[in-house]
């Protein structure tokens, strides 16, 4: 049987730049086809801009990795086109136990708050959610956007020039030569672009090893995340326990440090710990076996010049609390608007620089996110242990040591605070929709708030009734008028204790502004600064 | 009697929790564990009242 990942999805085809007599410019060329490539492209090629993404391959990654995709993303996904079917074949999971030696803990349900379009998350294989990017590419294509997938393109040399970035390229017909205005390096946490740069990549090593498995078996464990510390089947170690799509679970073991990976990766050494694990009668089939090491790490900055990086290739972390791809994502959805408006020349190039701040400051938060609980499941000292265990054996009896329990945090959207780009919020307004949260999704007449807010600027008027479209430095300002009495999900998440609102949210949804009523020339005022305008140190 | 709050009552939980590590990275087991007594005390005062105190010391029992 062919399966997904073994199935070439770009071949390699000669392009008409490698016969060409001068290396072609293109405006934008992005490096590397995952997830955070490939909804990079299908951001800016969707907003016309012409991409070109290469691949050294030609598949998607083998073996399920990424696994576990947030809202935020979902939500991503929507606004990027990407086939809803995805949600839908996904495993949502809300209900989690904890277990310690032999016990079990505890138990949790995430409680999802109702009232939103997509779940709090979903597991599906890495493989299938980038089949359904490159379907989203085809279809762009299709739909005569300015997108190609280059497979088997290997970049091999890399000079930043000024204004452009110059590539060497090699392909199975031989090298050649390209030109890009921006560069995208979403080439993973390895990233050959950041090293032919020279550039540092500083963090912490975590001394462990993790073996994951994607087994395939007919198993009535409940749609649940398990997680164990110091179980019987692996002891001093931790264990997880996670339901994918087309009955393949993927199970996680901690190996430790002094390890020999390659033979720990052979089936006659992994299948007695699944045995130990799953119990002797449970029938499985080993899917893919891989053994990871991790850091928690990021770049000093995220643009160099004409280079800017994304995803993994920019930031590293453990993966627990599901903020790897996740995070990757959030930062396609800051970057693409912020590409547009400079290579439309609507915003100087200093607004790219925003995107460095901003995201830097998600990654510091899943970086301190996923070092926690790091610490936590792998303590790196006696007493750090007898403190953890002692969490654990509180928490069994007394819910005050649950929350302490740390086996992840799972992955939530940066709040944007303190960004230079935010502008007044002006009212007693709920918290959770300040200016640099993303807007959180509700429902409304007809439909889902977020599905309304589709890549522009938008005005969100609620209860107010004489908001009027703006156009403004090359922008349309739409205008979504909704009504609220106060109670319902708009009223919780927008209005709080006022009766009457205008926000103004950025083309990533994030929220720029929010104020009682309706003023055309606040408005303006904020929208120039959502755009850069007051980064020359002219802030009023 | 007053009764001792074994709900979650930590703010910022995670913030703590990597403060008390954070305290015990420098120090050896022997001063790890002199500083968990001289924390249990100081806290202890700050609660003060003897029937909490009671019920903390059996909550803490195995």
């Given at each position: 049987?062919s399966?997904?990942?073994e199935?070439?999805?770009?071949?390699?085809?000669r392009s008409?730049?490698?016969?060409?007599?001068?290396?072609?410019?293109?405006?934008?060329?992005?490096?590397?086809?995952?997830p955070?490539?490939?909804?990079?492209?299908?951001?800016?090629?969707?907003?016309?801009?012409?991409?070109?993404?290469?691949?050294?391959?030609?598949?998607?990654s083998?073996?399920?990795?990424?696994?576990?995709?947030?809202?935020?993303?979902?939500?991503?996904?929507?606004?990027?086109g990407?086939?809803?079917?995805?949600?839908?074949?996904?495993?949502?999971w809300?209900?989690?136990?904890?277990?310690?030696d032999e016990?079990?803990?505890?138990?949790?349900?995430l409680?999802?708050?109702t009232?939103?379009?997509?779940?709090?998350?979903?597991?599906?294989?890495?493989?299938?959610?980038?089949?359904?990017?490159?379907?989203?590419?085809?279809?762009?294509?299709?739909?005569?956007?300015?997108?190609?997938?280059?497979?088997n393109?290997?970049v091999?040399a890399?000079?930043?020039?000024?204004?452009?970035?110059?590539?060497?390229?090699?392909?199975?017909?031989?090298?050649y030569?390209?030109?890009?205005?921006?560069?995208?390096?979403?080439?993973?946490?390895n990233?050959?672009i950041?090293?032919?740069?020279?550039?540092?990549?500083?963090?912490?090593?975590?001394?462990?090893?993790?073996l994951?498995a994607?087994?395939?078996m007919?198993?009535?464990?409940?749609?649940?995340?398990?997680?164990?510390?110091d179980?019987?089947?692996?002891r001093?170690?931790?264990?997880?326990?996670?339901?994918?799509?087309?009955?393949?679970?993927?199970?996680d073991l901690?190996?430790?440090?002094?390890?020999?990976r390659?033979?720990?990766?052979?089936?006659?050494?992994?299948?007695?710990?699944?045995?130990a694990?799953?119990?002797?009668?449970?029938?499985?089939?080993?899917?893919?076996?891989?053994?990871?090491?991790?850091?928690?790490?990021?770049?000093?900055?995220?643009?160099?010049?004409?280079?800017i990086?994304?995803?993994?290739?920019a930031?590293?972390?453990?993966?627990f609390?599901?903020?790897?791809?996740n995070?990757?994502l959030?930062?396609?959805?800051?970057?693409?608007?912020?590409?547009?408006?400079?290579?439309?020349?609507?915003?100087?190039?200093a607004?790219?620089d925003?995107?460095?701040?901003?995201?830097?400051?998600?990654?510091?938060?899943?970086i301190?996110?996923?070092?926690?609980?790091?610490?936590?499941?792998?303590?790196?000292?006696?007493m750090?242990?007898?403190?953890?265990?002692?969490?654990?054996?509180l928490?069994?009896k007394?819910?005050?040591?649950?929350?302490?329990v740390?086996?992840?945090?799972?992955?939530?959207?940066?709040?944007?605070?303190?960004?230079p780009?935010?502008?007044?919020?002006?009212?007693?307004?709920?918290?959770?929709?300040?200016?640099?949260?993303?807007?959180?999704?509700?429902p409304?007449?007809g439909?889902?708030?977020?599905?309304?807010l589709?890549?522009?600027?938008?005005?969100?008027?609620?209860?107010?009734?004489?908001a009027e479209?703006?156009?403004?430095?090359?922008?349309h300002?739409?205008?979504?008028?909704?009504?609220?009495?106060?109670?319902?999900?708009?009223?919780?998440?927008?209005?709080g204790?006022e009766?009457?609102?205008?926000?103004?949210?950025r083309?990533?949804?994030?929220v720029?502004?929010?104020?009682?009523?309706y003023?055309?020339?606040?408005?303006?005022?904020?929208?120039?600064?959502?755009?850069?305008?007051?980064?020359?140190?002219d802030?009023? | 009697?007053s009764?001792l709050?074994?709900?979650?009552?930590?703010?910022?939980?995670?913030?703590?929790y990597?403060?008390?590590?954070?305290?015990?990275e420098?120090?050896?087991?022997?001063?790890?564990?002199?500083?968990?007594?001289?924390?249990?005390?100081?806290?202890?005062?700050?609660?003060?009242d003897?029937d909490?105190?009671?019920q903390a010391?059996?909550?803490?029992?195995?």
């Open positions: 049987m399966r997904i990942f199935t070439p999805l770009y071949p390699y085809q008409a730049d490698q016969d060409a007599a001068d290396p072609v410019r293109h405006p934008v060329i992005i490096v590397g086809a995952g955070v490539g490939l909804a990079a492209a299908i951001d800016l090629a969707q907003r016309d801009v012409p991409v070109v993404v290469i691949d050294e391959n030609d598949k998607v083998f073996g399920s990795r990424a696994i576990c995709f947030s809202k935020r993303t979902l939500e991503i996904l929507d606004r990027l990407v086939d809803p079917a995805l949600t839908e074949m996904g495993v949502t809300n209900a989690g136990r904890v277990f310690f016990r079990e803990v505890y138990n949790f349900n409680l999802p708050e009232g939103h379009k997509r779940p709090a998350f979903i597991n599906l294989q890495q493989y299938h959610f980038e089949k359904f990017l490159v379907d989203r590419c085809r279809q762009l294509q299709s739909q005569g956007k300015p997108l190609e997938i280059r497979g393109s290997k091999s890399l000079r930043q020039q000024v204004g452009f970035v110059s590539l060497d390229v090699e392909t199975p017909d031989g090298p030569t390209l030109e890009a205005d921006w560069l995208l390096a979403c080439d993973g946490a990233s050959p950041r090293r032919m740069m020279g550039l540092d990549f500083v963090g912490r090593v975590f001394e462990d090893n993790f994951i994607d087994v395939v007919e198993a009535d464990f409940p749609t649940e995340r398990w997680f164990w510390f179980p019987p089947f692996n001093g170690q931790s264990a997880l326990l996670h339901k994918q799509p087309d009955g393949v679970w993927r199970i901690q190996l430790g440090w002094d390890i020999d390659e033979r720990e990766k052979l089936p006659e050494n992994v299948i007695p710990r699944l045995k694990m799953l119990g002797d009668d449970v029938k499985f089939e080993l899917e893919w076996v891989s053994i990871y090491t991790f850091q928690c790490r990021r770049m000093e900055k995220f643009r160099y010049d004409h280079v990086f994304a995803g993994d290739s930031h590293q972390v453990s993966p609390g599901a903020r790897g791809a995070s990757g959030q930062d396609v959805d800051n970057l693409g608007w912020k590409l547009k408006a400079v290579i439309d020349g609507l915003a100087d190039a607004l790219l925003t995107y460095d701040a901003e995201r830097v400051l998600g990654a510091d938060e899943n301190l996110n996923s070092t926690r609980s790091t610490d936590f499941i792998t303590p790196k000292s006696e750090s242990r007898i403190l953890r265990n002692a969490v654990l054996d928490a069994e007394h819910e005050f040591a649950r929350p302490l740390n086996s992840g945090r799972l992955s939530v959207p940066c709040v944007y605070h303190g960004s780009l935010n502008g007044p919020d002006e009212g007693d307004f709920p918290s959770r929709t300040r200016p640099g949260s993303p807007a959180v999704d509700a409304i007449p439909g889902w708030l977020l599905d309304t589709d890549g522009g600027f938008h005005l969100l008027a609620i209860n107010v009734n004489n479209p703006i156009e403004e430095a090359g922008f300002v739409r205008v979504l008028e909704l009504k609220s009495a106060g109670a319902g999900a708009i009223g919780e998440r927008y209005l204790n009766k009457t609102a205008i926000y103004l949210i083309p990533d949804q994030h720029v502004a929010r104020w009682r009523e003023s055309e020339k606040a408005i303006r005022r904020a929208l120039r600064r959502a755009l850069g305008n007051d980064l020359h140190g802030v009023a | 009697m009764k709050v074994l709900k979650p009552n930590l703010s910022r939980a995670d913030d703590f990597a403060a008390l590590l954070a305290e015990h420098t120090l050896t087991r022997d001063e790890s564990d002199a500083y968990n007594a001289r924390l249990l005390l100081v806290l202890a005062n700050h609660v003060g003897p909490i105190l009671a010391l059996a909550a803490a029992r195995k």
